[in-house]
């Protein structure tokens, strides 16, 4: 099992996971969980995020630059209303347009630290390692 080093204050934090691509879905959820986070979805499309974010309030988001080829331009605009900070994960070059040039990026294939630390200074805490939040076996805890 992974073990992840995240603040014990993000324990509880429900994340929503934007990606199109199972298996890149998959590994964020794992961390994530094993970090204490509460996962929302994940979603691999723009309109199942729009759909999950209306009925879910998540204290921030993970989303992938590209969809299935196209720009979640929709969807982040959307985040940024709600005022849900997100992380951008992607392979391609750091993205300067609005509205994905307001989140903070982290280039594919993400480092399951780096996405964690990134996610932490989005929501204003502390990126800092506590042991005391290493969760060796979490138990998957998925809201969707």
Do not use: H, W
């Not at 992974?2 to 961390?31: H, T, W």
């Not at 879910?56 to 630059?65: G, I, K, Q």
């Not at 982040?76 to 990026?105: I, K, M």
């Not at 969760?135 to 998925?142: F, K, L, S």
Request: aromatic share 4%.
């Amino acid at each position: 099992m992974y073990r992840s080093c995240l603040p014990k204050r993000l324990q509880g934090k429900r994340i929503l996971i934007v990606e199109d691509e199972l298996l890149i879905a998959m590994e964020f959820e794992q961390n994530l969980i094993a970090a204490g986070a509460l996962v929302v979805g994940p979603a691999g499309t723009s309109p199942k995020a729009l759909d999950l974010l209306a009925r879910e309030r998540p204290d921030a988001a993970v989303l992938d630059l590209n969809l299935d080829g196209e720009r979640p331009v929709a969807l982040a605009q959307a985040l940024v209303r709600q005022q849900v900070p997100f992380v951008v994960v992607t392979g391609y070059c750091n993205c300067d347009e609005a509205p994905f040039s307001l989140a903070r990026q982290v280039k594919k294939p993400a480092d399951a630290s780096e996405l964690i630390q990134a996610l932490c200074q989005t929501m204003g805490l502390s990126p800092e390692c506590d042991s005391s939040g290493i969760d060796e076996g979490a138990d998957a805890i998925r809201l969707s």
